[in-house]
């Protein structure tokens, strides 16, 4: 296959994207202490400190009921929200203490920062995917600069501890996953399950990486018969690792992972609060938005040129499968094209078509087609 032709020299490579990714940095350092509270994040943080006295009961009794907050902290059984993941937020608490952040103004802006370098992680990941898909670091790079300059992107980046740092685990699912479906190896089975896991206990919808797994696994093995076994090793050990991180991540699943996980899961259909939202000139219940409601969403917060060059590229790809699909599919362009295509498509048709909560719709229009359509 022929190389396309560089739209920069490789010799900018290095500067340019150290460059990029150091302002990034430089960026949220400067500004992480100029973003307030969101609404929810006290609720998120409380979220994390009673995981991690459940741990810390588990693991060290003695040392924790030893704590002058101890008593003060909620048992798990009256935590309201065991619905949601939290390997982000218990190395958070931890980190705190650590850096021994007491002041509340302290401790919400070292988790301005840390929340921040975490999204700057994911969209390293999604510049990754770009080169590799278009073979070209520029354009990579390019995906990456529409992403976080996308409207909300950048100001959520830093207080949005759910659909921002779930984006970024999950488009480092998706790159873990197209290196291992390339070169499937013990050690891309083991980074794989790890994106996976923590994607899981970010937000539950998560578990779409397992199935885009498993399908595209299968897919691979279809037309690529010489993978086929150091595949199925590789899943053999993925699928296990997964399960394992998503368990050890959250302690709530601990005493019933099956049962505690389903109910967590299920969760994602309904709305505790019944807030209302402005919607087509009308006020509307968040349990009973219409199907249209992310599409529109979507639209309504995507820059114009964004969605024209979106729909150009769809328009494309449907062309370029259309034609011959069997010799589309045999190509590893465009059995990487579906994956992108089923990322961005499959959980906004989920939306559309079940009944999930005003909070799923939100993680679905951020988290799962900002990054895909870029």
């Known amino acids: 296959m022929l190389r396309p032709t560089p739209l920069l020299p490789d010799s900018l490579r290095r500067p340019l994207v150290l460059g990029f990714f150091a302002l990034l940095t430089l960026l949220g350092i400067l500004l992480h202490r100029d973003y307030g509270l969101s609404w929810d994040e006290q609720l998120d943080r409380?979220?994390?400190?009673?995981?991690?006295?459940?741990?810390?009961?588990?693991?060290?009794?003695?040392?924790?009921?030893?704590?002058?907050?101890?008593?003060?902290?909620?048992?798990?059984?009256q935590n309201e929200d065991v619905d949601h993941g939290v390997v982000f937020q218990m190395p958070l608490t931890v980190l705190e203490k650590v850096v021994g952040a007491e002041d509340p103004r302290d401790v919400y802006f070292l988790r301005h920062l840390v929340t921040f370098l975490t999204v700057v992680a994911g969209t390293y990941a999604l510049y990754r995917l770009g080169t590799l898909r278009f073979r070209s670091w520029a354009l990579g790079l390019l995906g990456a600069t529409l992403l976080i300059t996308s409207p909300r992107m950048f100001a959520e980046a830093f207080y949005n501890y759910k659909d921002l740092v779930?984006?970024?685990?999950?488009t480092a699912g998706i790159y873990t996953l197209t290196r291992l479906l390339r070169r499937p190896s013990g050690r891309g089975a083991l980074l794989h399950a790890l994106a996976t896991g923590a994607a899981v206990d970010v937000r539950t919808m998560g578990v779409l990486l397992l199935g885009f797994t498993l399908f595209f696994a299968g897919l691979e093995m279809w037309y690529r018969p010489a993978i086929r076994r150091p595949l199925r090793l590789a899943l053999l050990l993925y699928l296990p690792v997964t399960a394992?991180?998503?368990?050890a991540g959250w302690p709530y699943l601990w005493e019933q992972p099956v049962e505690h996980f389903l109910a967590a899961f299920q969760s994602f259909s309904r709305y505790r609060s019944d807030m209302l939202v402005q919607y087509w000139g009308q006020q509307i219940s968040v349990r009973s938005l219409p199907w249209h409601y992310a599409p529109v969403w979507l639209l309504l917060t995507t820059p114009v040129a964004y969605s024209l060059l979106f729909g150009a590229g769809v328009a494309s790809l449907v062309g370029a499968a259309g034609r011959q699909p069997r010799a589309w599919l045999r190509t590893r362009?465009?059995?990487?094209?579906?994956?992108?295509?089923?990322?961005?498509?499959?959980?906004?048709?989920?939306?559309?078509?079940?009944?999930?909560?005003?909070t799923t719709a939100g993680a679905i229009c951020i988290s799962f087609t900002r990054p895909s359509c870029y």
Do not use: H
């Open 46 to 77: 409380l979220n994390g400190i009673i995981s991690v006295k459940y741990v810390a009961l588990r693991l060290a009794p003695e040392l924790a009921r030893q704590q002058e907050s101890f008593a003060a902290i909620p048992d798990m059984s």
């Open 166 to 170: 779930f984006l970024a685990f999950f």
């Open 244 to 247: 394992a991180v998503v368990v």
């Open 333 to 358: 362009t465009g059995r990487q094209d579906l994956l992108f295509a089923v990322w961005f498509f499959a959980p906004l048709g989920l939306l559309c078509c079940c009944t999930l909560s005003f």
